[in-house]
């Protein structure tokens, strides 16, 4: 867990996957509310994603080169940041706490904490052209890379064509490395069949979520991801947070509205997926709650209006770290 470097899944290796592929038809799926994910990524293609992971780490996609996409996407936070707030080009703070990029190809419902951003290509248009985050200009870092000839040979090998370092192979290049990045977890070993691929612990904490109505709105691919509501339902979650002494609800609290200014959209967010939630503190847009148990908490307080007792919060968060991505998982 502690690697600097990106664990992704098995990228398009034909034969393993055919191995892999009898191996998994060989047990019978379950019928659930979460879904498993695929072993391997077959629709990217390695040269561009090893490209994209280069860009993603490169410090000039920033106004000032003070940042890259990693420096708030960490590979070994579970492709999430460790602080509270992300601090961006020219050392702005957002007060929204990074989401992970891991399994993003899978979260439906729009990117960001809002859904405001339609895919992965908009989203990348938009971060290195807007002053939150890289604050810099299109034009600006082709130029850069086009002037770096190892980097312009790796293009050139990827894309081929005249004039390889362009926006557009930029932004294919970043989102083919962002679609490789494939977590399955012994939990989809489960899903999958397999009895024997999460303890007992686990398999009664998945029990307590469906049962608590947790998966009403954490299901599907991603567990999450695919659905907006309200945060908070019950009580008002932003003024307990003012009284623990966390911040006073700011703009971007207000979720979708501070986007559209619509009062149906007020504290409306996508629901996050929990995929490798146990190794992506701190918990909600705003960063303000460190632990899993405490995220429980609040989640069947403000969501669904109960008090979860501890040995059951125990068990729920046995269950979500067996949603941790088995390429973290120590051997
Ligand atoms: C300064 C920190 C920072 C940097 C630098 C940064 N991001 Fe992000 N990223 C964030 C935050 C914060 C959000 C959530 C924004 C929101 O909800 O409005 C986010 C959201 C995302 C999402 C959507 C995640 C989701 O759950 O929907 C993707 C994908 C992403 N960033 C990729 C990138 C790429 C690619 C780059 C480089 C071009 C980049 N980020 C640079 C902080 C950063
Ligand atoms: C009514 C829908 C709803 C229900 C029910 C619900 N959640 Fe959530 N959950 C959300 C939303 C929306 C967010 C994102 C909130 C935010 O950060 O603004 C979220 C965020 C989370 C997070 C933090 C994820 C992160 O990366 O920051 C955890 C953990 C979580 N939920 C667990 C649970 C558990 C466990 C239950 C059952 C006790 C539950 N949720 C029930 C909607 C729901």
């Not at 307990?240 to 979720?255: F, I, N, P, Y």
Request: aromatic residues 8%.
């Amino acid at each position: 867990m502690a690697s600097k470097h990106w664990k992704r899944g098995a990228v398009a290796i034909a034969l393993s996957a055919g191995i892999v592929h009898l191996l998994v038809v060989a047990q019978t799926p379950r019928s659930e509310p979460l879904l498993p994910l695929p072993d391997t990524v077959t629709d990217v293609e390695p040269a561009k994603v090893r490209l994209g992971e280069k860009l993603f780490a490169d410090k000039r996609f920033s106004g000032d080169g003070t940042v890259s996409c990693q420096s708030c996407h960490l590979p070994h936070a579970g492709g999430a940041d460790t602080r509270r707030h992300s601090v961006s080009a020219f050392g702005k703070v957002r007060e929204l706490n990074s989401p992970t990029i891991y399994n993003i190809r899978y979260n439906t419902a729009g990117l960001n904490w809002t859904g405001r951003t339609k895919d992965l290509h908009a989203q990348i248009t938009g971060s290195v052209g807007n002053a939150d985050t890289m604050a810099h200009d299109w034009k600006k870092v082709i130029d850069i890379l086009s002037a770096d000839a190892p980097i312009a040979a790796e293009f050139k090998s990827a894309y081929g064509g005249d004039q390889p370092v362009s926006q557009a192979n930029a932004m294919d290049a970043i989102v083919s490395f962002e679609k490789s990045l494939v977590t399955p977890s012994r939990f989809d070993d489960w899903l999958k069949g397999n009895d024997n691929a999460i303890t007992a612990q686990e398999k009664l904490g998945y029990d307590k979520f469906k049962a608590n109505g947790c998966v009403g709105c954490h299901n599907g691919i991603n567990v999450g991801g695919n659905l907006f509501t309200k945060f908070s339902m019950v009580g008002d979650y932003f003024a307990d947070r003012t009284a623990k002494g966390r911040g006073h609800m700011v703009e971007l609290d207000k979720g979708k509205f501070a986007v559209t200014k619509k009062p149906e959209d007020m504290h409306i967010f996508r629901v996050a997926s929990l995929r490798n939630v146990a190794i992506t503190p701190p918990y909600f847009h705003d960063g303000a709650v460190d632990s899993l148990d405490e995220a429980i908490l609040l989640m069947g307080r403000h969501q669904l209006g109960r008090e979860i007792a501890a040995a059951d919060r125990k068990d729920i968060e046995a269950f979500l770290k067996s949603l941790t991505g088995k390429q973290f998982e120590k051997k």
